[in-house]
């Protein structure tokens, strides 16, 4: 078992630029909510945000707020960055069971980066990066005790 849990980039390491196609994933993200863009005609689930439907090219789109649960379906433990003692990374690509088709890049953090693996089931949270924004990164989803009051 690995000593030290990943994490994320400290907030001045991480910046975004926004527009009128990126604006609303980002402002749900400030709002603590995970929200991806849906064609408004055929129903296909995109990310990132883009200006056209891949599948039919509209431009029409419904923002719909997901539960926040996802899976690893790719990643890589990065170490030894420069500037960032003991700092552990988990890039991933994570698949979101609510936005069927739709894959997002991000972090997997407060994880044993040994453990890590495809198919693991996660959870969203919230880091902050410049500028007061928000980035959806993920920590390991761990099941409620069946019966205990939260």
Not at 19 to 32: C, G, K
Request: one cysteine or more; a negative charge.
């Amino acid at each position: 078992m690995s000593a030290v849990l990943s994490r994320a980039l400290p907030p001045e390491r991480v910046q975004i630029a926004t527009d009128h196609v990126t604006e609303p994933f980002w402002q749900a993200a400030r709002e603590r909510r995970l929200a991806a863009p849906r064609c408004a005609d055929c129903g296909h689930f995109r990310l990132p945000p883009t200006p056209f439907c891949p599948e039919c090219q509209s431009q029409k789109v419904d923002w719909v707020q997901l539960s926040g649960r996802a899976s690893v379906f790719s990643f890589s433990v990065v170490r030894d960055i420069p500037g960032l003692d003991d700092a552990v990374v988990v890039a991933a690509v994570v698949d979101l069971p609510d936005a069927p088709g739709a894959r997002l890049v991000s972090n997997v953090i407060d994880a044993d980066p040994d453990e890590v693996r495809i198919g693991m089931e996660l959870v969203v949270d919230f880091s902050p990066v410049s500028d007061g924004w928000l980035l959806p990164v993920f920590r390991p989803f761990t099941p409620a005790v069946e019966g205990k009051e939260g």
